[in-house]
């Protein structure tokens, strides 16, 4: 009878059943052997507010949050600024609240989660009065800036627990164009090396098409990396050198590489008469190493510098830019250098002397409060003298 079972569709029915339900059985054994444990927890890779609560429990990863944002706030690694050219506005990190719970109940497993910032009560616009009473907000008001945006994204910062945010309202104008200005505009005198002027013009506008060189924030402008692959002339590098350092020098660019000829043509020009005291600049790409011109914009703004036609044997350029919160001077000083004078039995040797010259252009830097932030030399140029030879007979 049992053989006869054993054999029958009912049997093998039911053996079958047993297999599978054996199979089910270690699939779910499996399964919670590698993933049960961590039913209630957050998965991995999850984070709030830059904190890593992968593993924990949710009463377990609030408490985690919380010790740190509690760190966070008491921290003084930690720097919120805002600001404009350089002065800047420091944010009290404890008018913040921090909603933990709220940030706790849209969490997003295996990512990163912000935190929830708000300012409590009436603190934002206590804020907002205290940055437009800032020093450096003497010539804006509310209309001159998104203000609002500019708080909003320190308070992202802040739902990540960031170190450091620094705001700079020049990035937040509401109308950007029309705060700048020109700065500084000159009219360098094209010398007679250079003869073809609506040449050199064009060979500029193959590098520059608009006109318009624009000088990025702590940008190192360097003239023969920019014009490394054209067919200008050296003496046409060194104009176009010349009338940017002119341009530049009464603001705070740190010129950062330059070289001068301290020989004066005095076929063209006296001494007294030389127009390149304080603008002579000498950029040669052939030779060894090559000469170059260069500087740095020093702060985090954007300038423009336009290029006119050269007209009237003059090259016309314009810095353009958010007018200066410092106030900016330069001095040029000229010192004659008297010649020596020599004696000579030789008639042929006779020549008559000539001064040379020692030139110094001394920059100075006053801050918003009027107080020398910066007070030094920041071009030197030395002519030297040529003797006089005087005949006194055999």
């Not at 079958?16 to 089910?24: E, N, P, Y």
């Not at 830059?50 to 949710?58: A, F, K, N, Q, W």
């Not at 410092?326 to 000579?344: M, S």
Request: no cysteine.
């Amino acid at each position: 009878m049992f053989a006869n079972f054993k054999n029958s569709n009912l049997a093998y029915f039911i053996y079958t059943l047993l297999v599978a339900a054996l199979g089910i059985g270690s699939l779910v054994f499996f399964w919670f052997m590698v993933t049960g444990f961590n039913v209630g927890v957050y998965s991995e890779n999850t984070l709030v507010g830059s904190v890593y609560i992968g593993g924990l429990t949710e009463e377990e990863a609030i408490e985690k949050v919380n010790d740190r944002v509690n760190q966070w706030l008491a921290s003084d690694r930690v720097l919120f600024q805002i600001g404009y050219q350089g002065y800047y506005y420091t944010f009290d990190r404890d008018l913040l609240v921090f909603d933990i719970q709220r940030s706790f109940s849209d969490i997003r497993d295996g990512t990163m989660n912000s935190l929830i910032v708000t300012y409590r009560g009436d603190n934002r616009n206590l804020v907002k009065n205290e940055i437009l009473n800032a020093t450096f907000m003497h010539d804006f008001n509310a209309n001159t800036f998104y203000l609002d945006n500019a708080i909003d994204a320190v308070l992202v910062a802040a739902s990540q627990m960031k170190t450091f945010s620094r705001q700079e309202l020049h990035s937040y104008f509401v109308n950007a164009p029309a705060h700048r200005t020109t700065l500084n505009e000159i009219n360098y005198i094209v010398p007679p090396t250079v003869t073809n002027h609506a040449a050199f013009y064009d060979r500029l506008l193959s590098v520059y098409p608009e006109g318009v060189i624009t000088i990025e924030p702590f940008e190192l402008y360097s003239v023969l990396s920019v014009f490394e692959n054209t067919d200008i002339s050296s003496s046409e590098l060194s104009v176009f050198a010349g009338a940017l350092l002119s341009l530049i020098t009464p603001t705070h660019f740190n010129i950062f590489e330059r070289s001068f000829n301290s020989a004066v043509d005095l076929q063209r020009y006296t001494m007294e008469s030389y127009p390149y005291y304080g603008k002579n600049v000498r950029v040669n790409a052939l030779t060894t190493p090559p000469i170059d011109f260069s500087f740095e914009n020093n702060k985090n703004l954007t300038y423009f510098i336009e290029f006119d036609t050269i007209t009237n044997n003059r090259l016309t350029m314009r810095l353009i830019g958010f007018e200066y919160v410092n106030r900016i001077t330069v001095e040029t000083f000229v010192v004659p250098i008297p010649y020596d004078t020599e004696t000579t039995t030789k008639i042929e040797e006779v020549q008559p002397g000539q001064d040379g010259r020692i030139v110094t252009v001394h920059r100075k830097i006053y801050d918003i409060a009027g107080n020398l932030i910066f007070d030094s030399d920041i071009i030197f140029e030395f002519y030297p003298a040529d003797k006089a030879v005087v005949y006194v007979g055999e």
